[in-house]
């Protein structure tokens, strides 16, 4: 996402405005929203390390506590991962005719050494006007925020038009973990289904200065998939080198994937953005994307594009070679070579045509096989006015100034697991980040304390707006 910002803050940067200066924890209920934050944070939810069960079930008796019935609120998990459970928590409406809205976050957070950080990673800390702490961003600020959200309906007696759920759970950033929103979607769709999800993705983003420049709604997610390319041959001694070698062959596969761009394709989100990036960015890069978008077969266009990796990723589907293995003995010759390779599938497309062409790509010496496990492909969401609408005349009145973009993110979320159920998740934004991303899944991860409540307040009267 941070490339998206560099090239979007180009040419909005006169458009920034410094954020207006609150007083944080003076209100009562900002008070009450820091005390479930903090506890959120100072609660160890990596996976295999602490408990996103502990976490859900912490949150589901601060609900209890505001007025939710036991039949309110679902904490689930499942025998083989007993500590990788969740919440799914609901405020029915008043208009069965309307559906539901689901606000979706991730309890659980990237793994933290106390000894790489200045501060200990799961005690939160305020210092300079940070809050320090690994998950005070990604994502335990918006699933605080979503969670403090529903118990202040219940405490104002706010009854919604539609029903609103809340699904809080375990394993977005582990691959290979037990996924809570994966189990709640194949499992008990019953619980989540709604006519549309509000999820992470989306924000702002503040210069060196503090001060705001853009404000980015995500609609519409890359697919990560990793395939497995493997090279076989009998060996021998490496005194007798023959033209057959697993290590040959594998690199020459791996070198034909470097060699190949995947086709250009826009969505109705892309098609937006780079029309927003054509003003923002330069000649020829400007011109070069206008060519594009009435023509994305034109090669000239695209080699000027591209020289942006952003904008390439943003293009297409891309692939990778991360890892790499192979051999046995530095003198005998290589039995077996494997790699990985790591795609990022663009809406739309599939596991199995990228795997296809990767196979073509291969060639008969080389298999190439999709890792398990084999998440769904995203479903891009429409720009459905009833979202953009209220995100951006909520964004007027909370961030004057600042412009709403719509944009793809080349990475993934929990959000392509409800492309299952026909719902489309939308990355709200609410939420200011730094040039650096405030440490996001890196060392000392942070978030400006002003961000933080000013984004509750956006997200709440948003959440609010979107239920009536």
């Known amino acids: 996402m941070q490339g998206h910002w560099r090239i979007i803050a180009a040419g909005l940067a006169g458009l920034a405005l410094v954020p207006t200066t609150v007083s944080a924890q003076q209100r009562p209920d900002e008070k009450a929203f820091f005390e479930l934050y903090k506890e959120l944070v100072e609660t160890n939810t990596v996976v295999d390390q602490g408990s996103c069960t502990r976490a859900a079930r912490q949150i589901a008796d601060r609900m209890k506590a505001a007025g939710y019935a036991d039949s309110d609120l679902v904490l689930f998990s499942t025998p083989d991962h007993p500590?990788?459970?969740?919440?799914?928590?609901?405020?029915?409406?008043?208009?069965?005719?309307?559906?539901?809205?689901?606000?979706?976050?991730?309890?659980?957070?990237?793994?933290?050494?106390?000894?790489?950080?200045?501060?200990?990673?799961?005690?939160?800390?305020?210092?300079?006007?940070?809050?320090?702490?690994?998950?005070?961003?990604?994502?335990?600020?918006?699933?605080?925020?979503w969670a403090d959200a529903m118990i202040r309906f219940r405490q104002q007696s706010f009854r919604p038009k539609r029903?609103?759920?809340?699904?809080?759970?375990?394993?977005?950033?582990?691959?290979?973990?037990?996924?809570?929103?994966?189990?709640?979607?194949?499992?008990?769709?019953?619980?989540?289904?709604?006519?549309?999800?509000?999820?992470?993705?989306?924000?702002?983003?503040?210069?060196?200065?503090?001060?705001?420049?853009?404000?980015?709604?995500?609609?519409?997610?890359?697919?990560?998939?990793?395939?497995?390319?493997?090279?076989?041959?009998?060996?021998?001694?490496?005194?007798?080198?023959?033209?057959?070698?697993?290590?040959?062959?594998?690199?020459?596969?791996?070198?034909r994937v470097q060699g190949?761009?995947?086709?250009?394709?826009?969505?109705?989100?892309?098609?937006?953005?780079?029309a927003a990036s054509a003003k923002a960015l330069p000649s020829p890069t400007s011109a070069a994307i206008q060519r594009l978008l009435a023509d994305p077969t034109d090669q000239s266009a695209d080699a000027i594009v591209s020289r942006d990796k952003v904008l390439h990723?943003?293009?297409?589907?891309?692939?990778?070679?991360?890892?790499?293995?192979?051999?046995?003995?530095?003198?005998?010759?290589?039995?077996?070579?494997?790699?990985?390779?790591?795609?990022?599938?663009?809406?739309?497309?599939?596991?199995?045509?990228?795997?296809a062409k990767l196979k073509e790509l291969a060639g008969p010496k080389v298999t190439v096989t999709a890792n398990q496990p084999v998440r769904p492909v995203a479903v891009?969401?429409?720009?459905?006015?009833?979202?953009?609408?209220?995100?951006?005349?909520?964004?007027a009145k909370h961030f004057p100034g600042v412009p709403v973009v719509p944009m793809m993110s080349t990475g993934a979320t929990d959000g392509v697991f409800f492309g299952r159920l026909n719902m489309p998740v939308y990355g709200?934004?609410?939420?200011?980040?730094?040039?650096?991303?405030?440490g996001t899944h890196g060392l000392n991860e942070r978030i400006r304390v002003t961000s933080l409540y000013e984004g509750r307040d956006y997200l709440f009267d948003l959440t609010k707006t979107l239920a009536q």
């Open 83 to 145: 500590e990788d459970g969740g919440l799914v928590a609901t405020l029915p409406g008043s208009d069965p005719a309307l559906g539901a809205m689901l606000l979706l976050g991730h309890l659980d957070v990237v793994a933290a050494k106390r000894e790489d950080w200045q501060r200990d990673p799961f005690k939160l800390v305020e210092e300079g006007g940070f809050y320090y702490a690994r998950g005070s961003v990604d994502d335990k600020a918006m699933s605080s925020i």
């Open 163 to 255: 029903t609103i759920r809340l699904a809080l759970t375990c394993g977005e950033e582990t691959t290979y973990a037990f996924n809570g929103a994966d189990w709640l979607t194949k499992n008990r769709p019953d619980l989540v289904r709604a006519d549309f999800v509000l999820n992470e993705g989306g924000g702002g983003r503040l210069d060196a200065r503090g001060k705001r420049q853009a404000l980015a709604i995500q609609v519409g997610e890359k697919a990560a998939q990793n395939f497995t390319f493997v090279a076989t041959n009998p060996g021998g001694h490496s005194s007798a080198p023959t033209p057959e070698n697993a290590i040959y062959d594998l690199a020459d596969a791996i070198k």
């Open 260 to 274: 190949y761009e995947f086709p250009i394709k826009f969505s109705d989100t892309t098609r937006a953005f780079f």
């Open 313 to 355: 990723s943003t293009l297409r589907t891309t692939c990778v070679a991360t890892l790499v293995n192979a051999g046995h003995a530095e003198n005998a010759l290589p039995q077996r070579a494997t790699a990985n390779v790591n795609c990022r599938i663009f809406p739309g497309e599939s596991v199995e045509g990228t795997l």
């Open 380 to 395: 891009p969401p429409p720009l459905d006015p009833k979202i953009m609408g209220p995100v951006q005349s909520l964004a």
């Open 428 to 438: 709200v934004p609410g939420l200011f980040l730094e040039p650096d991303l405030n």
